[in-house]
């Protein structure tokens, strides 16, 4: 084989020198650790206002990608909207609030614009809906990350945030709320309740009507309370007073339940303590054998199913 000429194996180097050198720049590209923004702040905020007026009972939604979401009536018929973002140039660039109205229902949108949804890559941001709505007015409300509180309104209420806790007072009416993020807190309501969350605790006080708290990693506390009520946890401890018994279905995977009832209350107890005891300060007819419980009180009546695989089991007296 003819050997080749020096010129043609100039032209070689050259081309394996800059494919390498293409090479190396592209992994320099792409092993370039992101933007540290942590400790970047901004003195600018993003502000947004608006007003509706609104006739009778409607319903208000909002569908943010990021924000706390605080709702209060007010005894006016219109929906005021205040929206406050603070952080980073980088994130206010991309946040964006609209708002608009459809006869009795008023949207609200809030986007961060990217190519890839990632809010860590838009800096420090802190975004802080704040709404009121008549006292009667339907909610649909969903963030995908921060707090949800709402207080004194009556209507259907249906709520999702992705990142943080939930606050209900003074509500009237139907709701349901998921977190997989936070805590729970329920006070001084009436009408029903289903709400869940995927690592937080539960509390609930002074509620007339039926609640179901469901949480895969925190304690469940209910007190004051007369309705139907289902609650379940997967780590933590259910304790319940409530003042008549309508139905009461509570269990852990890894906790105690105490229960707390009129002495005066009519039910059918069926309660198991998988790897602990089951004890009933309350005249029963029926037995209490190797952690199960079979029994009625006062003849019978709604049923008690309590169940624990990592605990034990107390119902007691609360008068």
Avoid at 218 to 239: H, Q
Wanted: overall charge negative; proline content about 2%; charged content about 20%.
């Amino acid at each position: 084989m003819k050997p080749l000429s020096v010129s043609t194996r100039l032209t070689i180097l050259l081309i394996l020198a800059v494919i390498f050198g293409a090479s190396m720049i592209a992994l320099s590209i792409r092993n370039k650790p992101n933007e540290d923004l942590t400790g970047y702040y901004s003195d600018g905020d993003k502000k947004y206002s608006q007003s509706y007026d609104v006739s009778g009972s409607g319903t208000l939604i909002v569908d943010s990608d990021i924000g706390n979401v605080t709702i209060s009536s007010h005894d006016i018929n219109k929906v005021t909207i205040e929206v406050t973002a603070n952080g980073s140039e980088k994130f206010l660039k991309k946040f964006s609030v609209e708002s608009f109205q459809e006869g009795s229902t008023v949207k609200i949108l809030g986007r961060v614009k990217q190519s890839h949804f990632q809010l860590f890559n838009s800096g420090w941001s802190d975004v802080l809906f704040d709404i009121k709505v008549p006292k009667n007015y339907n909610l649909n409300l969903n963030t995908a990350g921060g707090n949800i509180e709402i207080e004194n309104v009556t209507g259907i209420i249906d709520g999702e945030t992705s990142g943080g806790n939930i606050e209900l007072v003074d509500l009237d009416g139907e709701t349901k709320m998921s977190t997989s993020g936070g805590n729970v807190k329920l006070r001084n309501s009436k009408g029903s309740f289903n709400i869940e969350t995927s690592g937080g605790n539960m509390y609930a006080d002074n509620i007339i009507g039926s609640i179901s708290f469901e949480t895969s990693g925190g304690n469940i506390d209910v007190t004051n309370t007369d309705g139907k009520i289902r609650a379940s946890t997967s780590g933590g401890n259910v304790d319940v007073a409530l003042s008549d018994n309508k139905g009461i279905d509570l269990s852990t995977s890894g906790g105690n339940i105490k229960v707390k009832v009129p002495k005066t209350i009519s039910a059918d107890v069926d309660a198991e303590a998988s790897g602990g005891d089951v004890s009933c300060d309350l005249e029963f007819s029926g037995k209490i054998k190797d952690g199960r419980m079979k029994a009625k009180i006062n003849g019978g009546g709604n049923q008690i199913k309590l169940e624990t695989s990592g605990g034990d089991i107390i119902i007691t007296p609360n008068d």
